[in-house]
């Protein structure tokens, strides 16, 4: 059955009518061009509305249209990653039923502290780490031992992390913090280096979760003196990238650790509360240990790219996935009490 979908987008990242002359590949909004598009062809009713900072024009949009559901790309309100779970609370204020992770699991997830205590509370495993509060200088516990990477608290997409954030000692740890600091503005935190493969995994799901095939980031031509991590430059400079031999695809690994990750993800999903559809990104070290650095809800969507890719290995063509979530959506009940 065909549905009236209202696309929530920022709305700096909303498509252009017309196309012609614009290399889509290269935009800043092709995820939003390429889910919007793609349920358009599937004969969906879709209406675009870009928000930035002013909830207001959801509710008389939402009134006159009467969308079956809000497909949600909003990933931050009014450029504040973490104000995301507030235009989701918004929405089941409402009463309308959303695409994507509800305002709970935003939170615990956002909060990389808190998600990693959340997660070793259930015996999942994750890499020590000690938190720099916004002004504060860094002091680490006694367990913690260089190297450390230093990441924004609240952050995604890898924002802030270049090679300089692998540190190697108090120094170095002192000056990192202080950039993401000065820079992002935000708290920092500085998690025990886990030298290994950088794996992913794609879950689907509210009740009943599908695990998506493991996928890996692989750096064949990084030069040896380069820390191999997922900088902003190696997921978003496409020459960089080239030049580096990065890529990902379908890990290669034992059938018996393929099990394991997707266990500890399907684990880790559930944990943080997530619903929907999320990416649990993974490290694991030489000897096959393998931690949780963080979870990712509402992850990229473009057609291409890592999520999409590995539910295509799986046999879930792009337009099937997005009507999957579309049907998750609608399944998804909030909680209330009273």
């Known amino acids: 059955m065909k549905k009236r979908v209202l696309a929530l987008v920022h709305e700096h990242l909303v498509p252009p009518e017309d196309t012609t002359g614009i290399d889509v590949l290269e ?40 969308p079956h559901i809000v497909f949600n790309l909003m990933e931050a309100f009014a450029g504040v990653t973490t104000f995301d779970q507030n235009v989701v609370s918004y929405l089941e204020l409402l009463r309308l039923r959303y695409t994507g992770c509800n305002p709970r699991g935003l939170i615990f997830a956002r909060d990389k502290a808190l998600s990693k205590k959340l997660l070793a509370y259930h015996r999942i495993p ?35 992390i270049s090679q300089a954030s692998v540190v190697e000692d108090e120094e170095q740890l002192a000056r990192r913090v202080q950039f993401i600091h000065d820079s992002l503005g935000t708290g920092a935190i500085a998690e025990q280096f886990i030298d290994g493969r950088e794996l992913y995994v794609g879950v689907v799901g509210n009740e009943r979760l599908e695990v998506l095939p493991v996928w890996e980031m692989s750096f064949d031509k990084m030069p040896e003196n380069r820390w191999r991590i997922a900088t902003e430059r190696v997921k978003w ?65 473009a057609y291409g790219e890592d999520f999409a890719e590995s539910a295509e290995t799986a046999g879930v063509s792009y337009e099937k996935l997005l009507e999957r979530i579309i049907a998750l959506g609608l399944r998804w009940v909030p909680e209330r009490t009273g």
């Open 27 to 66: 935009a800043e909004w092709k995820m939003e061009y390429d889910v919007i598009e793609t349920l358009r062809e599937q004969g969906h009713e879709v209406r675009v509305l870009g928000v930035h900072d002013d909830l207001a024009g959801i509710r008389p949009t939402a009134g006159f249209f009467e």
């Open 126 to 160: 994750v890499p020590d780490f000690c938190v720099m509060r916004y002004g504060r200088k860094a002091t680490l516990t006694k367990k913690m031992r260089f190297p450390m990477i230093v990441k924004s608290l609240f952050f995604e997409a890898s924002a802030g």
């Open 237 to 301: 400079n496409t020459q960089y990238q080239k030049k580096n031999g990065i890529m990902t695809n379908a890990a290669r690994i034992p059938a018996a650790d393929v099990d394991r990750i997707q266990r500890i993800a399907k684990r880790a999903y559930r944990a943080l509360d997530l619903n929907g559809y999320a990416r649990i990104d993974l490290r694991m070290d030489e000897e096959g240990r393998v931690y949780v650095l963080e979870a990712n809800p509402n992850p990229n969507l």
